[in-house]
């Protein structure tokens, strides 16, 4: 049935589809009964209640930032079933990203290609909204050996962070400071966003020097507070090995939490003569032809450091066997969005109903 359903909405600009399709899910959720039936149709029948970092999720399926940047849908996302939603990548400015289009499908391939530009709504926005749904799907904060405890959430929220387009590589550290302190009490746990090739400059931010001095940061002032957060780095399935094991130096070094790997892809190596037209498009490649990358990525962190650092995985990942693999070769988690928009809303209750 979804497939008939895309078929239609493919026919329409992506953006826009996007915004019509989570608007129109909205709407559903609020008629009388519109959330339950919902529920009943997409949530998953098996109960996969999994801790990771401390953390209490429902399910092992998470959604992958650029999503829901806006932290706008978190209730309709929640009644799909994802055990998890990376809200941004968020900045300290709002900022409209690039121009338009800047979305593309590539159907031959089961990808697509962005070049969004961190277009967000800006941290004090997000953490307002983010500030209304933690009171809505939450029980109020209680003290447990002296520390506060958020109990009973619904939905568990990571905020991926970045920089602003304008901020110069030298300041970035004060972006990702901004945007740390302004959600610290909404979200669940951070990601550090420098792999997202749509920022100018912003992938060399990977290096280990600069990394080091934006996690080392976040660390000493996530070290102050009464209720630390898990801090994670995502990057990009182009690190050279080089590259790669350098940030796996410096996450042991600093006793980083974990590793989300991979972002999308600069590379078109592998796609069809169907998407050379499109393939030629500036931005990020995600969805199946990044999957054998990011599953390569994944376990070699795994081998490299016997295990130490924990991963969430994403990319290409569209089925229960797709998710099983990223889980054998080392993960802890996993992430949806392509695979989202071409799967449908059935997509996460067709992984956890097929893995441990």
């Not at 338009?100 to 307002?128: C, S, T, Y």
Request: include cysteine; hydrophobic fraction near 40%.
């Amino acid at each position: 049935m979804y497939k008939i359903f895309r078929s239609f909405l493919f026919l329409f600009e992506p953006e826009w589809v996007h915004y019509f399709s989570m608007n129109s899910l909205r709407f559903i959720c609020k008629l009388p009964f519109g959330k339950l039936i919902v529920k009943k149709l997409f949530q998953p029948t098996k109960i996969l209640n999994f801790e990771f970092l401390n953390l209490r999720f429902k399910n092992k399926v998470g959604l992958a930032a650029g999503f829901d940047k806006n932290a706008q849908y978190l209730n309709e996302l929640e009644a799909l079933g994802f055990g998890f939603v990376e809200i941004g990548t968020v900045t300290p400015k709002p900022q409209a990203g690039n121009d338009k289009p800047r979305l593309f499908r590539l159907p031959k391939d089961k990808a697509l290609i962005n070049r969004m530009g961190f277009n967000n709504d800006g941290v004090e926005v997000i953490a307002q909204r983010l500030k209304s749904w933690k009171l809505a799907a939450c029980l109020p904060d209680r003290q447990v050996d002296s520390k506060p405890q958020t109990v009973n959430c619904k939905l568990i929220i990571g905020g991926n962070i970045g920089k602003n387009k304008t901020t110069p590589n030298d300041d970035a550290w004060k972006d990702y400071e901004i945007c740390f302190t302004a959600l610290h009490p909404y979200v669940d746990y951070f990601v550090v966003n420098v792999s997202s090739p749509n920022t100018p400059g912003l992938r060399e931010l990977q290096e280990k020097d600069s990394l080091k001095k934006i996690l080392s940061n976040l660390q000493t002032l996530n070290a102050k507070l009464l209720n630390p957060k898990p801090i994670l780095l995502k990057i990009a399935p182009d690190l050279t090995t080089e590259q790669l094991d350098d940030v796996i130096d410096l996450a042991l070094e600093i006793n980083l939490d974990g590793l989300v790997a991979t972002n999308t892809t600069i590379s078109r190596e592998g796609l069809s003569r169907q998407s050379s037209v499109i393939s030629r498009q500036l931005g990020g490649l995600s969805g199946l032809p990044v999957k054998e990358r990011s599953n390569e990525i994944v376990k070699y962190i795994y081998i490299k450091t016997n295990g130490k650092i924990p991963i969430i995985a994403s990319g290409g990942i569209f089925t229960a066997s797709d998710a099983k693999e990223k889980l054998n070769a080392g993960a802890s988690l996993i992430q949806v969005w392509t695979g989202f928009i071409y799967e449908g809303p059935s997509i996460v209750k067709k992984i956890c109903n097929e893995i441990n």
